[in-house]
C-alpha cells in the first residue's frame, strides 16, 4: 500500500495504514521509539491543516534517517520514499 496516488495525498483511512506497516517493521527490528513517535503523530497528534501534520511527519521521518543509520536497507529505503513523496507534493520544502 502507498500513501500517495497519482501525485494525491492518500484519504485519511489510507495513509495511517501506511504509516502503521512502517512503524510494525521498525517495531519489528527493534526501533520501538521510532515506531511509537509515528504512530503517535498518525493518531494521536492534533493539528490544524494537514500540511502541519505532513511537515511534522516529514521532520520525524528526516531525523529517523540521519540518526539511525543503523536501519536495515528496506526500511531506509521505504523513509526516503516517503520523503520524497511528501516533499513532491506538498511542495513547501
Not at 500517495?4 to 517495531?27: H, I, Y
Not at 534517517?65 to 520524497?84: N, Q
Request: proline letters at 4%.
Amino acid at each position: 500500500m502507498w500513501p500517495f496516488k497519482k501525485m494525491q495525498l492518500a484519504g485519511p483511512r489510507e495513509f495511517p495504514e501506511v504509516v502503521d506497516l512502517l512503524s510494525d517493521k521498525l517495531r519489528a527490528t527493534g526501533f520501538t521509539a521510532e515506531a511509537e513517535r509515528l504512530h503517535y503523530l498518525v493518531h494521536e497528534f492534533v493539528c490544524t491543516t494537514s500540511n502541519e501534520l505532513y511537515g511534522e511527519f516529514s521532520a520525524e521521518l528526516r531525523k529517523i534517517e540521519r540518526e539511525r543509520s543503523d536501519l536495515p536497507a528496506e526500511i531506509v529505503s521505504e523513509v526516503r520514499r516517503l520523503i520524497k513523496s511528501i516533499d513532491s507534493i506538498c511542495r513547501w520544502r
